[in-house]
C-alpha cells in the first residue's frame, strides 16, 4: 500500500489548499489557523441531543475544503484532512467523550447525487472516526428517499421545507433502543441533522448525538 500510494504522489503531488506548499491538502502552518475548538458546551435540539463540531465554517480555507470534498474536483481523499480536525478535537478536551456503546451513521446522499460524486462525503469521515473512536458503522440504515436542492442555495425556513420527509430508516432492529453519533460535514441552521436524527428517534433511537467537522 505504501509504494503504491508513493508512486501516486510522485505523479500527482498533493499541494495544500491554503498556502499550495506541496506535501499535503492541508499544511501544518495552515491547518494551525483553523483554530480547532478544544472545549465542547452541550447543544441540544428538539431530536438531537448534543453536537460536537471542530473548527468555526466561517473560515475560508474550511469552506474551500470542504467545497473540494463535497464539489469538483470531489477530492474523496480530502476525508482524511477533515476527520483528523474532528479527531484532534477530541484529543484537545479535557475528557474524551464516551462513545463506546454509540454506533456511527453517516447522512445519506441521494442515489444520483451519489452516482455522481462517486462516494458519500460523510461515510468517508465515518470510516476514518470508527479508526480512532473504535466503535462501529451501521451502513444503509438510514437513507434518503427524497431528492433535494442543496441547502447552501436556500434560507432558513426553505432548508427546513426542502429536507422535511428526506429520509426514511428501512432497518428498525437496527436502530431500536441504539445510541446514534450522526455524521455530517457542516452544521448551519441544523435542518438536516435535526430530520435525520428525528427519522432515528421515530424509528427507536434511544439518544442522537451530531458530529460534524464545521459549524457556521
Not at 100 to 122: A, C, D, H, M, V
Not at 128 to 151: A, D, G, H
Not at 165 to 177: H, I, S, T, W
Request: glycine share 4%; proline share 3%; net charge positive.
Amino acid at each position: 500500500m505504501w509504494r503504491k500510494n508513493f508512486i501516486l504522489d510522485l505523479l500527482f503531488p498533493k499541494f495544500c489548499l491554503g498556502c499550495q506548499k506541496e506535501g499535503d491538502y492541508l499544511c501544518e502552518d495552515c491547518k494551525a489557523t483553523l483554530e480547532v475548538s478544544s472545549f465542547h458546551q452541550k447543544y441540544s435540539t428538539g431530536n438531537l441531543a448534543d453536537l460536537y463540531f471542530a473548527v468555526s465554517y466561517q473560515k475560508p480555507l474550511i469552506k474551500n475544503l470542504i467545497q473540494k470534498f463535497k464539489y469538483q474536483p470531489f477530492v474523496k481523499e480530502l476525508a482524511k484532512t477533515l476527520s483528523s480536525l474532528i479527531i484532534d478535537h477530541f484529543q484537545l478536551m479535557e475528557k474524551l467523550p464516551d462513545f463506546s456503546e454509540f454506533f456511527l451513521i453517516p447522512i445519506p446522499l441521494e442515489k444520483k447525487k451519489l452516482k455522481q460524486r462517486g462516494f458519500n462525503q460523510t461515510e468517508e469521515i465515518a470510516k476514518e472516526l470508527l479508526r480512532f473512536l473504535n466503535i462501529q458503522i451501521l451502513s444503509n440504515v438510514l437513507i434518503k428517499i427524497k431528492e433535494t436542492l442543496p441547502q447552501v442555495e436556500l434560507n432558513d425556513e426553505e432548508r427546513k421545507e426542502n429536507i422535511k420527509g428526506a429520509f426514511c430508516c428501512r432497518d428498525r432492529e437496527k436502530v431500536r433502543g441504539r445510541k446514534i453519533l450522526l455524521i455530517d460535514d457542516v452544521y448551519t441552521t441544523g435542518s438536516t441533522l435535526e430530520e435525520a436524527a428525528k427519522v432515528l428517534r421515530e424509528a427507536g433511537a434511544k439518544e442522537v448525538l451530531g458530529i460534524v467537522v464545521a459549524r457556521g
